[in-house]
């Protein structure tokens, strides 16, 4: 039975209208929660000499914020060149990048002159083309590679934005130039403006590059998509099917993907698919559905993203998928090893099995930060112990659906660290005694009723 009749061609066509899992967001109609980063990013980019730098953790929406702004921000009389970086790349080898689709872009028309000769001379046709590609500067050096950025104002469009996306795959003395590149332009009052995105490590060594680059720099801190953000993706790709989705599974696509954007996509896109090929006719989705999406989008997950977790589980005992479930509840990024015990003596409980002592969790705990274990976790603090993280925090999102596969409920809001308690944690049953000041007086007030 399909959804809404829909043959299968219109159905994934509209499908992946909605939803984009794998490919960056582009528009601003498809770009949720990121409204406050957009208008700064256009104040910023306002200033003359002035670029961004985007960076956050890998998956949370770095490319599709910088794609969308460069859209937004450039001049109506072309298209944003879009680059990326690799382990390979190389000042001079992204600036000829840049230029060679500044020039796939423009208009050359080629003129072309026919001269011939005819008898009694030899038959003999000769054609010469002459045509009005700009002539570019050679790029060798950063002055070059700012001669010839700057004078994409001239051929390529008024306002010319550029993403250097990827900037952190790029070796580190290469990054280094781009900081005097940067300074360069800014001098010249090029109307050219370059949009970074990449992790912190990378922005840092584009500062060394140049120590006043940074005065040249906005910066935006991308942290994971906000609930609202999450909710208007979801609402979108039902709506656009007229699928009702009840209001606690919404809640569990939104808090199992952490804010990763491409764990929503990913959810949301394996549910309509299962509903869409359900042998009976669907208008709302049920919870086994769900369950049987949420397998599909786990087994889906690129093995680079996953990698971290099999490698830690795949043949070892059980009890490291409840210390790595553990590991991923609340909305903690940074864990106290209290708290993470706490956790999992909670989800040993909902599955009824026995927690393993003390001296045996801490041993096996330790491990998981080693390379057998795919370094999956790591010491948040050099100089504080006790404190956790996992080594990139796209992993928890694929975790807690793991979690949840086995039937097992994270508490996906509650701050352990922040002062407060989530409203979904006062109304469980959990009884860890609080930490803080709010949470005590929480359990008191509890007590109290
Ligand atoms: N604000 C958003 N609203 C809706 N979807 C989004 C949003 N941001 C990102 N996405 C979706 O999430 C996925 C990941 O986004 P994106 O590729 O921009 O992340 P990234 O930080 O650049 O990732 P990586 O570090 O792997 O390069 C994409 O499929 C994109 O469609
Ligand atoms: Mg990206």
Redesign the pocket.
Known sequence: MTIAQLDNFDFLERLHNVL??????DSIE?????KKQLQELEVALHADGRHAFIL??????????A?TAAHLLQSSDNQPIIVSCDYTSTLTGIISAILNEALASIDISERSHKIAFKPPLLSFEFSEQLSNKPSLPEVIDPLTATMALDSLSKWHSEKTIIVI??FDQMPDDQRKAFGVLLKQLGDKGSKVKLIF?GIGQSLDSLMDGHLSSFRQLHQVK?DV?PWD?RF??IETAFNEFNIKLPEDIRYKIAGLSDG???Y??LICEKILVAAHFSDDPITEINFSLFLQALDDAINSVSEILRKSYDQATDGKPEYIHHILWAMADSADLIRSYEHITFSYSDIVNQLELEALDEDKFKKEFAKLRNKSYGCILKRAFDNRPGWFAFRENVIRGFIRMCAEKSNVQLDFERYFTAHTASARTVGTQRKYQPLTEVERNVEYLKRKD
């Open positions: 984009k899992p794998s490919k960056p967001i498809q770009l949720w929660g990121r956050g953790d890998r998956g949370v929406g770095k490319s599709s914020l794609q996306d990827e995105t991308l998509l953000g208007k993706i990763f954007p491409s929503v996509h």
